[in-house]
């Protein structure tokens, strides 16, 4: 059962190669394991996913609750800024949610300044590079467990 699931939306497999000044040198392979080393430490489980492809991150929430899943944290991607229906996805989860961005959204283009997400999510870390990953899955991590006490 993986209590958290963590997704990463369009072009994040690219992460490492594409514009690494803006999303620095890490992999997505490399997040993904530093992210399953914390949850190693806490005894927890993950389950990482990403896709291009809108339907399949749907598809992906929409069975989460049936998994086990307790908490999301999604890299929207640029799906942050057209995607209704992944927020629609979100919001009928009934799951909490933390939404994550490598780079600082709003010191980019314009365009990138809106997200349909951020209402609904229980935090957005955005700009603190692949370890904003991080700091959302110990808080992820630490609200499951006090709510378990």
């Known amino acids: 059962m993986a209590r958290i699931l963590i997704i990463h939306?369009?072009?994040l497999n690219m992460l490492g190669q594409r514009e690494?000044?803006?999303y620095g040198q890490a992999t997505l392979t490399d997040i993904d394991n530093r992210?399953?080393?914390i949850a190693d430490e806490h005894q927890d489980s993950i389950r990482c996913t990403q896709s291009n492809s809108?339907?399949?991150l749907i598809d992906e929430i929409h069975s989460?609750?049936?998994r086990g899943t307790e908490f999301v944290l999604i890299n929207p991607a640029a799906f942050t800024h057209t995607?209704?229906?992944l927020r629609d996805a979100l919001a009928a989860s009934e799951l909490p949610f933390i939404e994550v961005h490598i780079s600082n959204v709003h010191a980019r283009?314009?365009?990138r300044h809106k997200s349909y997400f951020s209402d609904l999510a229980q935090g957005v870390i955005c700009g603190l590079g692949a370890q904003?990953?991080?700091y959302a899955l110990r808080h992820a991590l630490d609200t499951l467990n006090n709510a378990a006490h």
């Open 9 to 11: 939306g369009p072009n």
């Open 20 to 22: 690494p000044g803006i």
């Open 35 to 37: 992210l399953q080393v």
């Open 54 to 56: 809108e339907s399949e």
């Open 64 to 66: 989460a609750r049936g």
């Open 83 to 85: 995607s209704v229906a």
């Open 109 to 111: 283009e314009p365009f």
């Open 132 to 134: 904003g990953y991080e």
